[in-house]
């Protein structure tokens, strides 16, 4: 498996278990204020970045490129960025708003990133598997 593969894999499953953390602390607590950032650590953090991973691993030759990584790099950062300072926001501190708008801009960067590799020609492939010539 492609490294960029992994990484993407082993990120998604810490934002897993961080999205299960925060829905526990919601129910336990009885306080649901934050249920929105739930929703992007368990959206953005574990669902997209499994997808992410597993077309780099359907794409090994996009996966060795290094915007692949830096793709890896820009998203996580942002995530990092914005889904704390989402949270701690929705809890009722209004101030990071900025942070937050931040950390999501970043992580557009790495969307974009992203749709750069995705529409990059070095994916044609027939349907026996075989990477045509060139032309």
Known sequence: MPRVSELFFKTAILFLMLGIAAGLQMAISGDHAAFPAHAHINLLGWVTSAIFGGYYALNPQKAAR????????LYTLGLVIMLP?????????PALEPIVAGGSLIVAA?????????????TARSVSGVVPASR
């Not at 290094?66 to 790099?73: C, K």
Request: no cysteine.
């Open 110 to 122: 790495a969307v974009l990133a992203f749709a750069f590799v995705v529409f990059s020609p070095e």
């Open 66 to 73: 290094r915007i692949a990584m830096i793709h890896y790099g």
């Open 85 to 93: 300072a989402l949270y701690v926001m929705l809890q009722g501190n």
